[in-house]
């Protein structure tokens, strides 16, 4: 299910990062976590009562050498185009500004909820000061402390309350949706435009054409496909549209909708920072996931090219080592045909649902095989083992006490429950529990 969007506004030191991070907590991620993978923590996911949402802090977009007014100026369009609800954060001990009159000129003319939180109220006596910033011409703005965390629960009551109402998407588990991510230019458009034969995905920017007006429905070989669209496959010529985060944010978008995601790199560049990245993200959605080498034909090789290519991806993105690699030419159409099947395999692996039966044999000669760990001269037991979930595969492991369960006996088990059951394609996740 999509989540909503919410993009944090304003202009330089008002505490959009001091927010974004009281908001987002300090949750690690995998991509965050993978060495030589620089933090931007400039997307995050929140959650409020039981709502989770994207948060992006637009602060973070950089708009190449843009003077300051105009940066903020893009990053309020960004806003616009991308956010259900924006958070519009001024500064309490500055009063109104000139700039702030500029982003609120900006944001008024979109039909996009606002919420006005004024910052830097870190004691109720300065409450007193929120009144000027009526003026802005929004509803009531909030006072909050970022770096206090106060009147934040007040503030996200209101952002909830102008969440879409989602209507029931429309669930065909028939359909598979994919998408294709990777860096500018690696040949996504081209790959589907090879696919579909035409020239269809390049649509002009027509106004009111809603975001999802691009996803492409396909059928092949008796299998139905939507094709969802991401960035740089719409080009529409707007300045931030090339900056990286720009189009990192627009892969998040588009992995969340999706059950299949094509990292696609470019076999002529090879691998990059931002390609890491990328499918950090993928993975860390739980979607399937295949890795397709582009632009094949304008590599010179010999019969050792491929392999070594292989290996390359093998050790620079370890956490996706349950990805099928396809190599293709959009150009030359050469291996494209592999690419639908392929997607049809990881797609049904993803939603594979094992009998408990076979599973808990599986567990039991795995434990036979390698026993389990111990600690302070307690071992670890399992009772048994059960899948909760699909799209990924999800497995609670029941235990005596799942203190001593160790990282690498859990990526064992995982190990064993791939050897056993295939799940080409898609990651699966093991949840300890200790048996009540
Ligand atoms: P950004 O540039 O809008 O992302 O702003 P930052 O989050 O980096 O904050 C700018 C400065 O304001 C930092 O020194 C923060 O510690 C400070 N700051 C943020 N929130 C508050 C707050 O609620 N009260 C006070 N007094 N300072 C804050
Ligand atoms: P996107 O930004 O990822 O959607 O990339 P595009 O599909 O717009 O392609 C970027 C450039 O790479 C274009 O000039 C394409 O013609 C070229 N290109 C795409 N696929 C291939 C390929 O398989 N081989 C070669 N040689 N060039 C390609």
């Known amino acids: 299910m ?24 300090e949750r690690v991620s995998i991509v965050e976590d993978t060495p030589g993978v620089t933090r931007d923590r400039i997307y995050g996911v929140g ?82 000061e929120i009144y000027d910033f009526y003026a802005l011409g929004f509803d009531e703005p909030f006072p909050i402390s970022g770096s206090h965390g106060l009147g934040l629960g007040d503030l996200l009551d209101e952002v909830v309350k102008n969440f879409p109402r989602i209507e029931e998407e429309e669930i065909d588990e028939d359909i598979i949706k994919f998408s294709l991510i990777g860096r500018p230019n690696v040949g996504k458009s081209s790959i589907v435009n090879a696919l579909l034969g035409e020239d269809r995905v ?13 996803d492409t429905p396909y ?16 080009k529409k010529g707007k300045v931030y549209e090339s900056t990286e985060k720009y189009s990192v944010l627009r892969a998040l978008k588009a992995i969340d909708r999706s059950d299949v995601v094509l990292v696609v790199l470019n076999g002529e560049e090879g691998i990059q920072e931002q390609d890491k990245k990328i499918a950090g993200y993928a993975h860390e959605a739980g979607r399937a996931v295949i890795i397709v080498v582009n632009k094949w034909d304008a590599v010179e090789k010999d019969e050792k090219t491929m392999n070594k290519f292989e290996e390359q991806i093998r050790e620079h993105f ?6 099928p690699i396809v190599f293709v030419s959009a150009k030359t159409r050469k291996r494209l045909t592999n690419l639908l099947p392929a997607i049809q395999k990881v797609s049904e692996n993803h939603s594979l649902r094992v009998q408990s039966s076979i599973l808990n044999e599986v567990i039991v000669d795995a434990v036979a095989m390698n026993p389990t760990p111990s600690d302070k001269g307690r071992r670890l037991k399992i009772y048994y083992v059960t899948q909760v979930a699909i799209k990924p595969p999800t497995f ?30 898609t990651p699966i996740r093991i949840i300890t529990r200790q048996r009540k």
């Open 396 to 425: 609670v492991v029941f235990v005596n006490d799942p203190e001593i369960m160790h990282f690498s006996y859990e990526r064992f088990l995982q190990n064993r429950i791939r050897d056993a059951f295939g799940f080409e394609g």
């Open 202 to 214: 390049i649509v002009s920017d027509i106004a009111g054409t809603t975001r999802d007006a691009v």
């Open 318 to 323: 370890l956490f996706l080592d349950y990805a």
């Open 219 to 234: 059928e092949f070989d008796g299998q139905e496909y939507v094709i969802i669209d991401t960035a740089g496959m719409r």
């Open 47 to 128: 959650d409020w009562l039981t709502h989770e949402f994207h948060l992006i802090d637009t602060g973070g977009i950089e708009i190449g050498d843009a003077p300051f007014l105009e940066e903020i100026r893009q990053q309020a369009e960004i806003a616009i185009e991308e956010a259900d609800v924006i958070i519009f954060i001024v500064n309490s001990r500055e009063g109104v500004t000139s700039a702030d009159e500029e982003v609120a000129k900006i944001l008024y003319r979109s039909k996009k909820p606002v919420v006005l939180a004024v910052n830097k109220v870190d004691n109720p006596e300065m409450r007193a």
């Open 2 to 25: 999509a989540k909503p969007t919410v993009a944090i506004v304003g202009r330089p030191n008002v505490g959009k990062s001091t927010i974004f991070n009281r908001i987002v907590g």
